[in-house]
């Protein structure tokens, strides 16, 4: 009599574990938010985890290298710092000098918020997106002057599953 009392607790314990775990999962798949970066553009979209980017390329006038500085705050994108060689439209003029500029650029602190970026790219202005140690090459990514958005998102599990990483579309490091 015992051994099928136990017999019977051991099968009501696998029952509810395994409902545990279904209703876990569940909550997981459904419920459970990555903040991400996400890049789209013309049908094609990527993401990535990292919290901070740079946007780089070359000015169309001035024909020198220019970098924007952004940090991923979940609902908004956070330019941070620009880097420029050379002064020309659009050059910020009224901000606080950046102090660890970088060798041969000039640098400002900005810290303006934006929900997304909408950014133009083409092969004369060599546009690249930085982050961790990628380098997506977008002037080569998309056809010349197509927009390119970067918005913070939140992804589940789904999401992720559905999206490619960006890392499948860049470069080696970027050190």
């Known amino acids: 009599m015992m051994s099928k009392q136990v017999n019977n607790t051991r099968h009501w314990l696998l029952i509810a574990g395994a409902v545990v775990l279904s209703i876990a999962s569940a909550f997981f798949i459904f419920f459970w938010r990555q903040n991400v ?6 049908g094609r979209v990527c993401y990535f985890t990292e919290p901070e980017f740079q946007l780089r390329w070359i000015h169309s006038v001035e024909k020198q290298g220019w ?3 952004y940090q991923n705050k979940s ?9 420029f060689k050379a002064f020309g439209a659009g050059t910020p003029s009224t901000e606080e000098v950046e102090t660890q ?15 997304q970026l909408n950014w ?10 930085h982050y961790a140690e990628h380098n997506l090459l977008i ?31 860049s470069q080696g490091s970027t050190k």
Do not use: M
């Not at 609902?75 to 880097?83: R, S």
């Not at 998309?142 to 990483?165: F, H, N, T």
């Open 67 to 69: 970098e924007e500085w």
């Open 120 to 129: 133009v790219v083409s092969r004369l202005t060599k546009g690249e997106l």
């Open 101 to 115: 500029s970088r060798p041969g650029f000039v640098g400002y602190k900005i810290n303006r918020k934006f929900t």
């Open 139 to 169: 002037y080569q990514w998309v056809p010349d002057y197509s927009e390119v958005i970067i918005a913070p998102k939140s992804y589940s599990v789904i999401d992720i599953l559905k999206k490619d990483d960006c890392h499948d579309y």
């Open 75 to 83: 609902n908004y994108l956070l330019l941070t710092k620009t880097y």
């Open 37 to 42: 970066t996400e890049v789209s553009t013309q």
